[in-house]
């Protein structure tokens, strides 16, 4: 098992930019699969990005494509997602994710058996 805490949430305008982090403890991290999802009022949770254990596999969701992007230090134990081009309909609970994966990237929710506890970005029009 591996606990996972969200951070970098926020306020922000549509246009701008946030950088969200998930930092990982109590595991080896660069044998996890990382992804990020999203639950915005109302609605059902939904995966937005996932990377690799090593790093070198992503995938995005098509809505984030060419504004989003995944990344990871698995010196550091932690992913990231930097978010640009923010919209309203970016709004939601991003919650990170992970489940092992070296060579691998997965999209389904319900492969992932570790999860944070969710930071909440806002954007306003």
């Known amino acids: 098992q591996v606990q996972l805490v969200e951070s970098g949430g926020g306020l922000v305008q549509a246009g701008g930019s946030l950088r969200l982090s998930c930092a990982a403890s109590?595991?080896?991290?660069?044998?996890?699969?990382m992804g990020w999802f999203r639950q915005a009022p109302g609605k059902e949770r939904d995966f937005v990005a996932t990377?690799?254990?090593?790093?070198?596999?992503?995938y995005y969701v098509d809505s984030v494509k060419g504004r989003f992007t995944i990344s990871r230090d698995n010196a550091k134990n932690t992913v990231y997602l930097q978010m640009n081009s923010l919209k309203p309909e970016d709004t939601a609970v991003y919650y990170c994710?992970?489940?092992?994966?070296?060579?691998?990237?997965?999209?389904?929710?319900?492969?992932?058996?570790?999860w944070g506890q969710g930071t909440q970005v806002t954007v306003s029009s």
């Open positions: 109590g595991g080896s991290f660069s044998r996890y699969a």
């Open positions: 994710a992970a489940r092992p994966g070296y060579g691998n990237v997965y999209v389904t929710e319900s492969t992932y058996d570790n």
């Open positions: 990377i690799s254990g090593n790093g070198l596999w992503t």
